[in-house]
């Protein structure tokens, strides 16, 4: 009872400590905000991920209209038309006869998210044959900001999946090889690193090329959650086995088998705990990394296929200098990955400082 209480006053201390440092709050509510857009895409978004117009390729940001000759009006909407200037290079001319007012809670394509939201519902549209594209339009005229919600939900969930499978991984390997040494702790750790001196990025390759061309996009998906997890125990591995290497000497796990407690109950109750303050922020730092691994295989083409959306396969379009010079919008899917790999690296440097003390107290 003494030790539980003790350990409950440490995370105290460090969710207190955590809570004054304002860049990791301020991270925190970013990705808050970015994995509630994700979960709630089909509601805020104004088009599928699917929807598009070949009329609109490139169309930039769609300016809101508030005002006219000095008079705030209802928000709208102008349309444009595609032409072309002397140097055949696509421009997109305001109709300042036609308006399409902005409306709320507007019905659309029919999805299913949970129970209280209409299914064929979003937040906001455009009345009749209007086009509204908050952050602009990609080569196939769909709308960015759309996609940029759906993608999300891919990029974002492969990281918290992936390294939830792999750190269980690493966890469980870590702890027997630490726990009984000896030879287990020789093989396993020979184990570990005959995959960690082949190179990531490398080693992503070969597995993907294993996987079938014919797989649909929902099989692709759970085969990079795989390939990433399958590649990604080994390093927490080693250093959860250093870790169980001084623990399994503590008096509570001589007294656990005094007790008679079997070995696996030993492992999962009474060492693996005292490593949880590590494995926390270590999976805050391990996060971006699968984050980017699914971006690198879906930017070449070997991870989510279009039409579905992810983060990666979105930035497929501004592999051209040229499409970027007069299309930059089309750059929103990297600055969306550059925000979320930082914010998980200041939460887990500030997770880092925090449990600190707890770190050392388990060493």
Known sequence: MIKKQKHRNEFQI??????????????????????????????????????????????????????????IVRPYVQGVTLTFDENYRRVYVTDAH?????????????????????????????????????????????????????????????????VFISFSIGLMMGGIAGYYGGQVDNILMRVCEMFMMVPGFYLLLALRAAVPDDFSSVQVYFSIIFILSFIGWAGLARIIRGMCLSLRERDYVLAAK?????????????????????????????????ILGESALSLIGLGIQDPFASWGNMLSDAMSIIRIQFAPWILFPAFFIFLTVMC???IGNALRDCLDPMLKGER
């Open 258 to 290: 005094s007790l008679g407690l079997s070995d696996a109950q030993i492992i999962v109750r009474h060492i693996l705990p005292h490593t949880v303050s590590y494995s926390i922020f270590a999976v805050m730092l391990s996060i971006p990394g699968y």
């Open 98 to 162: 036609t308006k399409y007012p902005l409306r709320f809670f507007v019905k659309g394509h029919a999805y299913r998210l949970l129970g209280f939201i209409p299914a064929d519902r979003h937040l906001f549209g455009v009345e009749g044959q209007g086009r509204f594209y908050l952050l602009g339009a990609d080569a196939r005229g769909r709308d960015l900001f759309s996609r940029l919600l759906y993608g999300g939900r891919v990029s974002l969930s492969i990281g918290l999946i992936g």
């Open 14 to 71: 460090a969710l207190e400590a955590f809570r004054r440092k304002r860049a990791a709050v301020i991270c925190v509510i970013i990705l808050a905000g970015l994995y509630g857009g994700a979960i709630f895409a089909d509601f805020l978004s104004p088009y599928s991920f699917k929807d598009e117009d070949r009329n609109y390729s490139y169309c930039p940001p769609t300016p809101i209209k508030m005002a006219e000759e000095g008079k």
């Open 344 to 346: 998980f690296n200041v």
